[in-house]
């Protein structure tokens, strides 16, 4: 796919869209009496309206991700990257996206909230990805496809050769959402990005990074793909605060990896014990900062679990998950609490 058919896959009214240009957009110079924007000339350390372009921010995120700012797109969570794909590609009641189930449920629910037809192939039973399903299921109305890897709520990774037939196969925006990559043997596919400018790669810093408070997303694409999702996003969506915040993270990279040592070595551990557990029926494979495990009687498991004041996730409504259970890895004691209670379960 080129530049230009990806072009031909944007919203018309989107592709034409002339964006509101805020008072920070006209001026980009620093030292001036700013009677541009209706502030309050106050100063409480937040009475300015953020960077729309989050300069300083994106240049420091693609220090450390080898990308430059035009390949580059931040959004209020990955969640508001998501949102703004679907909306700039996607004609109501025209269109349609693609999401292999089981996964994760934000593409689901932006794409229904904009009258946009979600396509639910399944995935294979050990949860990977299966091409012939998923372009069966496309037609010339199929916009986005959305694959997450590693698979929320599988933990799974998918593999890099049926992405890349996907890339290749598929006729319109591949949406990879990487947001739990950090966990996984796996590389990033964003290498990917300089060959195919229908890929779009979601990281966050909701996971690894430990700020999911501050809301903060990545999308990774082709200049031509960050333009547009420049064109429709809030001018000023990501606020002082977060991108001050994440700034600062960034120079903590080496307690930041500390923590993603430790949770890698504790989800080792968890599986270890989880094994040895009676009330366990099936551990699945996972490349994620979680565990999914079969159970006999999931709402069981979970109800008893909360009595003893932990809290799990119940997967066991979801399409191939059933008696399925996602259990976040958290700090030793923790988990340790988790698994005396499981082990006190009837
Ligand atoms: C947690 C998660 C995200 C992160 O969303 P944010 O809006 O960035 O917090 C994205 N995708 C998947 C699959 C997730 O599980």
Known sequence: MTEQDVLGLVRKNILHLSPYSSARDEYQGKEAIFLDANENPFETGYNRYPDPRQTVLKQRI????GVVPANMFLGNGSDEAID???RAFCEPRIDNVIAPQPTYGMYEVSATIQD???????????FSLNIDEILNVADMHSKILFLCSPN???GNCHSKIKLQQLLERFNGIVVVDEAYIDFAPEKSIMPELKNHPN?????TFSK????AGLRLGMAFANKVVIEILNKVKPPYNINVLTQHAVSEALTRKATTRKWLNTIIEQRGVLIEELRQLKAVEKIYPTDANFILIKVGDPKAVYDYLVKKGVVIRDRSKVALCEGCLRITVGLPDENKA???ALTNFA
């Open 208 to 211: 690894a990074w430990g700020l």
């Open 152 to 154: 929320n709520p599988t």
């Open 199 to 203: 890929l779009v790669v979601l990281q």
């Open 84 to 86: 703004l794909l679907i």
């Open 338 to 340: 988790l698994l005396k």
């Open 62 to 65: 693609g220090r450390i991700k």
């Open 116 to 126: 946009i037809e979600v396509r639910r192939p399944l995935l294979n039973k050990d």
